[in-house]
């Protein structure tokens, strides 16, 4: 395993550079919004932005390092079926432009949970926020700290030397320059995290000897299982669960979430904040290709000899940065640029967690009751910015101490965006929707999500439903072992198991959140409906109306210029007629005069 240990000078000054410029660019928007005094500048960026760097930024929020490092195993381990949630990136842009967006916009929120008041009650607010804040903080410090223990144990980065840096880092630059040093900082991740992956993909693919043979490689090992059909909700990933559960993920994500919903109220108009959108879904396929087909670039390196079953890294998440000092440690530099990669995913996530943390509770916890100036509040927001950066890092602290839960609070943490998604979505959706059904439905779903991942965690799916493809060894030059096909399931106890354990705790992890938003509905619209719901008077622009569809919007527009048209037709239509028969007049009087 020595070329897992080699980390050279040039990848150490690489990295750096990448920590110095993104450091560089927060101290850049300090001194240049020195005028920006509110906490409007401080939180959205002056409701400024422009569509491009908006549309980055989104991206970059929520691709981590766990993109870089942890796609490519997933197809290494379960095959490319895993591309497959690029349709439901479409239907999450469709969705949240349409419905979720033009409310939010429309409003001028600093807080998504602003929302909640208005349509609800403060109680609802406040418990969406503490479930937003415990969430993000316990999301954020496993993000630090995940990627940091995978590099550490094969590249010999020091562990706490990077969770540290990367954490620092971020509080920086949050603290410093606000949303728009986040946004900016964004943008130049996203090209270093596309970059880190191209070096994989184009070295894998001069030394396997052309695409063609990676895609060999991968269709003679399974991997190319891209069309499974099948209903089974039990299955860990078929077309379905991808499609319809990755679209409630992502929209929980990119229609909801104070971190995203940020970003489009930083746009200086509605066009804009829709354009980021769309924009952000080519970066979004562009980055999930490229992660994609490096786990097949890593099938088709390791197809013979699976440096895991081989015991030459301790975990799966290891496999990118092992393959990377591998096949890349010949280049100077190279190494440390996929690892600026994975740590700009991690950058990228992590400051705008802060941001979108410090703007939740000075727009919910701060405001509605203290009275502080502006000023004060744009100081506030730099010192709470402050608080959440070390309190993420100490997050990370306490992530290192979980042992095999750390998957399991990943999970736990992610149940939270189901429930919150189905919450807004009776809001905006359903007149009739009062506080008792939004706090029942909340309540209900949030439980019912819990119980079925929690369960999930104690009887891990069977490997008929989690069905992980072979991992082979007999190409491997090691003594000691024997050649066999790698079961990753081999773990699983074989005791009894209660009935629920494989027909409602093997539940794909994907329809997790589909499970707490449907579950939320539909309980919210029973009590409301029960408690006099269909009597309540919503305040004007708190709901979708038709007006805020695009397509109704294009009608109208259509509309009017096909009447605009036609008008235009029957007008000259109409005076060429009443001209032709003047001019037939005239020739008849002019006749009869000649006659006479």
């Not at 999301?139 to 990367?166: E, H, K, R």
């Not at 603290?175 to 900016?184: C, E, F, Q, R, Y």
């Not at 000691?480 to 794909?508: C, H, M, V």
Request: charged share 10%; hydrophobic share 45%.
């Amino acid at each position: 395993m020595s070329s897992a240990t080699s980390f050279s000078v040039w990848d150490y000054v690489v990295f750096s550079l990448m920590l110095v410029i993104s450091a560089g660019i927060g101290v850049y928007y300090a001194f240049a919004g020195r005028g920006q005094s509110s906490s409007a500048d401080f939180l959205v960026g002056g409701r400024s932005m422009t569509a491009v760097p908006v549309a980055l930024s989104l991206t970059a929020s929520f691709m981590s390092a766990i993109t870089v490092l942890g796609t490519p195993v997933e197809v290494y381990q379960h095959g490319a079926i895993f591309i497959l949630i690029c349709f439901s990136y479409v239907l999450m842009v469709a969705v949240s432009s349409e419905i979720f967006l033009p409310i939010f916009y429309r409003l001028g929120i600093t807080s998504t949970y602003e929302y909640l008041e208005m349509r609800y009650n403060k109680v609802i607010r406040l418990f969406g926020t503490v479930l937003f804040i415990i969430q993000t903080v316990l999301y954020t410090g496993l993000v630090i700290y995940a990627p940091a223990l995978a590099l550490n144990q094969v590249t010999g980065i020091d562990l706490w030397g990077a969770v540290i840096s990367t954490g620092v880092v971020c509080t920086l630059y949050c603290t410093l320059g606000g949303l728009k040093a986040v946004v900016w900082t964004d943008v130049f991740q996203v090209g270093i995290m596309l970059a880190g992956l191209l070096a994989v993909i184009v070295q894998s693919v001069l030394l396997q000897g052309g695409i063609s043979t990676i895609i060999s490689d991968s269709t003679q090992g399974g991997r190319l299982n891209l069309w499974d059909f099948d209903p089974n909700p039990l299955r860990r990933h078929t077309f379905w669960s991808i499609t319809v559960g990755g679209t409630f993920l992502w929209t929980s994500v990119y229609g909801i979430n104070q971190a995203q919903v940020q970003r489009y109220i930083s746009c200086k108009s509605l066009f804009h904040a829709k354009m980021a959108l769309y924009i952000n879904l080519v970066s979004l396929w562009a980055i999930s290709i490229c992660s994609v087909f490096c786990g097949l670039c890593l099938y088709s390196v390791y197809k013979n000899c699976d440096p895991w079953t081989a015991r030459k890294v301790s975990a799966l998440d290891q496999l990118m940065p092992y393959l990377v000092l591998d096949i890349l440690s010949e280049y100077p530099g190279v190494p440390g640029l996929f690892v600026a990669a994975a740590y700009s995913g991690t950058l990228s996530t992590v400051s705008s967690s802060v941001n979108a943390l410090a703007a939740v509770t000075i727009a919910d916890l701060i405001r509605p009751y203290f009275s502080l100036s502006e000023r004060q509040l744009s100081w506030s927001s730099k010192g709470i910015s402050l608080f959440y950066g070390a309190v993420c890092i100490g997050m990370a602290g306490v992530a290192s101490l979980m042992g095999g839960m750390l998957q399991a609070a990943i999970s736990i943490a992610g149940v939270a965006g189901g429930p919150l998604l189905g919450l807004f979505s009776l809001g905006i959706l359903f007149p009739c929707a009062n506080a008792k059904g939004g706090l029942a439905g909340l309540v209900s779903g949030l439980a019912l999500s819990l119980w079925v991942c929690i369960g999930a965690q104690i009887y891990p799916p069977l490997p008929e439903n989690s069905r992980p493809l072979a991992l082979m060894t007999h190409g491997c030059n090691f003594s000691g072992g024997t050649n066999w096909t790698a079961n990753i399931d081999d773990f699983i106890l074989k005791e009894q198991r209660p009935f629920l354990a494989d027909n409602w705790y093997s539940l794909s992890y994907l329809y997790f959140g589909p499970l707490g938003t449907v579950t939320v509905i539909t309980v919210g619209f029973i009590v409301s409906i029960l408690s006099g719901g269909r009597q309540m008077k919503v305040q004007s622009g708190l709901t979708l109306s038709k007006e805020d569809l695009t397509f109704y919007k294009a009608y109208n527009v259509l509309k009017a210029k096909v009447s605009i048209f036609f008008n235009y037709h029957w007008t000259t239509f109409h005076m060429k007629r009443t001209d032709q028969k003047r001019k037939l007049t005239e020739k008849l009087c002019l006749h009869f005069c000649t006659i006479l």
